[in-house]
């Protein structure tokens, strides 16, 4: 089973910090995912990264696929409470189609 | 947004009785599914879907079983609740492409 990762656990800003979290990984990902999931409220998908060395940004988070395909990172510039939320890294192992592994996830709290 | 619908949003029900948890969608998605999210767990499948009256067990499936029997719903029972099955529980469904999962906005359960 590939094992998700991620780091820290536990973050807490405040507004207008920079921030990063780590996803990796000891196999290889064929893709990756990030999601953000706010209290009471499903995760909702942020972005997919397919390419090692791919970098995407949206608005003021920056996605990062890891060269060798086994971790990734999301950079998160000028912290805003609205960030605040749990972080999951998810990835389709191999042999397992249709299905996601994910990470425990990073908790992140952005005060004024 | 995907159309997903989980129902009821929350339930308190006590050791021993059945328990069914319903998710809906209006996506016509062919892959749905169940997870379980608990503090330091992150999220774990427990049953998924890949067509009308197809399903297959995910890592913790144990005590949970699952129907299909239209596109549009996907069921998860408890045969006899357990204090262990307090959770929250969100169901997903898969797009087009091969990773990418979309969630309801779940379930709170409660066993007494």
């Known amino acids: 089973t590939q094992l998700l990762e991620q780091s820290p656990q536990f973050l807490s800003i405040q507004e207008g910090e920079n921030l990063t979290v780590y996803c990796n990984s000891s196999?290889?990902?064929?893709?990756l995912q990030w999601y953000r999931q706010e209290p009471g409220e499903g995760p909702v998908l942020l972005v997919t990264?397919?390419?090692?060395?791919e970098v995407k940004k949206l608005k003021r988070l920056t996605f990062q696929f890891g060269d060798a395909r086994k971790d990734s990172s999301l950079h998160i510039t000028a912290a805003q409470p609205g960030d605040t939320g749990l972080y999951l890294c998810?990835?389709?192992?191999?042999?397992?189609?249709?299905?996601?592994?994910f990470g425990t996830g990073t908790r992140l709290q952005v005060t004024l | 947004d995907a159309g997903i619908t989980q129902s009821p949003r929350h339930k308190v029900t006590e050791t021993g009785t059945p328990v069914t948890l319903r998710c809906h969608q209006t996506?016509?998605?062919?892959?749905m599914y169940w997870y379980r999210q608990d503090p330091g767990h992150g999220l774990r499948l427990i049953h998924y879907?890949?067509?009308?009256?197809?399903?297959d067990k995910g890592e913790v499936s144990d005590g949970y079983s699952v129907s299909r029997s239209k596109t549009e719903d996907f069921l998860l029972t408890l045969e006899s609740a357990t204090s262990s099955q307090t959770s929250v529980y969100f169901c997903?469904?898969?797009?087009?492409?091969?990773?990418?999962?979309?969630f309801g906005p779940g379930t709170r359960l409660t066993v007494t």
């Open positions: 998810a990835s389709d192992p191999p042999g397992t189609a249709s299905k996601l592994t």
């Open positions: 990264v397919v390419t090692g060395g």
């Open positions: 997903a469904i898969r797009d087009s492409r091969p990773t990418e999962q979309y």
């Open positions: 879907s890949y067509g009308v009256k197809d399903t």
């Open positions: 196999s290889v990902f064929s893709s």
């Open positions: 996506e016509n998605h062919r892959y």
